[in-house]
């Protein structure tokens, strides 16, 4: 029954910001922390950022902190990244996806998350 639609993707020069969503249904959010994390074409899954719905506690990749921030919009059951300084390098199809509430060292590990959604797709163009 839980459903995760990811929106906002697209066409973006270097440089420039995009801002990703996710939206749930089915209340999946109230016990889970939702993360967001991309596969870029040939290399494998990997994690980017995360946030526990209820405190807001946040975790970021290396590859992305600073540049990207996660946030939810408790009221209307969405969470996004807010991408600034986008390189060519992060091309890839995003995926938001959720799991039962946990650290922050958890979220890290791709296969724990139980909910994904179809992605979509970024590119970054130099």
């Known amino acids: 029954q839980v459903q995760l639609v990811e929106s906002g993707g697209g066409l973006v020069q270097a440089g420039g910001s995009l801002r990703l969503s996710c939206a749930a249904s089915?209340?999946?959010?109230?016990?889970?922390?939702i993360g967001w994390l991309r596969q870029a074409p040939g290399k494998e899954r990997e994690f980017l950022a995360s946030v526990n719905w209820s405190y807001g506690h946040t975790a970021y990749a290396d590859s992305v902190k600073g540049r990207f921030t996660i946030s939810r919009d408790y009221a209307n059951d969405l969470v996004y990244p807010q991408m600034n300084s986008l390189k060519p390098e992060d091309t890839a199809v995003y995926y938001c996806a959720a799991k039962k509430s946990g650290g922050a060292p958890g979220s890290t590990v791709v296969g724990s998350y139980e909910y994904w959604g179809r992605g979509t797709q970024v590119i970054v163009s130099s």
């Open positions: 089915g209340r999946p959010f109230g016990d889970h922390r």
